[in-house]
């Protein structure tokens, strides 16, 4: 089947502007992940949806970053008034059950959106 | 903080010699453990799991890892490396404590095998 979808694949912007960034999660997945990849940071998780609940947001860098997910599916990530140091991968997943134990738990990514910030 | 330590950052090898990445984590917990793969150009892919049961888990082309709970290590292992094993490898962990789910990773080991 269809794995963890990204767009765009490349973006480039300049410093200051805003940037959406979007993930289509393997379908019947329940929970979706953002994180992101950079040479200084490694990987680095950002914020999970798991159903209904509020979304854990404890990996935000900072307030200029926001995600939301519609209809339990579709997520976009949005990164406010670009920085440079915002230059880097920014990864989707997702898995069939939300965090605990045995099959299902585990993540599939997407093949990301490379982020440069000018 | 949970954290994860591979302590190798770039591993260079020959082909069909054997493989060993340490990892190790900080959690007391009850963990789940994975190694992931990411080969040049591609996106992470899931190369093994542990759960629970076996300590000893087999995943694709060829790895296993062994999760030694008393040493916090889930270290990773092929008997006999190919050239197309070149790439990156991180060990990632959850802890249960965590309903989120979410994935602490190491800083990843780069696998070079020349032919």
């Known amino acids: 089947g269809a794995g963890v979808s990204q767009s765009p694949s490349n973006k480039v912007t300049e410093k200051g502007k805003d940037v959406e960034l979007r993930c289509d999660p393997i379908?019947?997945?329940?929970?979706l992940y953002w994180y992101r990849q950079s040479l200084g940071q490694g990987l680095e998780f950002l914020i999970y949806?798991?159903?209904?609940?509020?979304?854990?947001k404890s990996g935000l860098p900072s307030d200029r970053f926001s995600a939301e997910r519609t209809g339990g599916s579709v997520s976009t990530l949005t990164i406010q008034r670009t920085q440079q140091e915002d230059s880097a991968v920014y990864l989707c997943?997702?898995?069939?059950?939300?965090?605990?134990?045995?099959?299902?738990?585990?993540?599939?990514f997407g093949p990301g959106t490379r982020l440069t910030v000018t | 903080a949970q954290s994860v330590s591979q302590h190798n950052h770039h591993v260079i090898l020959s082909e069909a010699a054997s493989l060993e990445l340490g990892c190790n984590y900080s959690?007391?917990?009850?963990?789940?453990l994975f190694w992931y793969v990411q080969y040049p150009g591609q996106h992470l892919q899931l190369l093994l799991k542990?759960?629970?049961?076996?300590?000893l888990v087999k995943g694709i082309k060829g790895f296993e890892a062994e999760f030694i709970k008393s040493k916090f290590s889930f270290n990773l292992r092929k008997p006999s490396v190919q050239w197309s094993d070149t790439a990156e490898y991180f060990c990632?962990?959850?802890?249960?404590?965590?309903?989120?789910?979410?994935?602490?990773f190491g800083q990843g080991t780069e696998l070079s095998v020349k032919p």
């Open positions: 997943a997702s898995s069939l059950v939300p965090g605990g134990q045995g099959e299902g738990y585990e993540q599939y």
């Open positions: 379908s019947g997945h329940t929970a």
């Open positions: 949806f798991q159903g209904n609940s509020a979304p854990d």
């Open positions: 959690y007391g917990g009850t963990v789940n």
């Open positions: 542990y759960f629970s049961g076996d300590p």
């Open positions: 990632a962990v959850t802890a249960f404590y965590n309903q989120g789910g979410k994935l602490i």
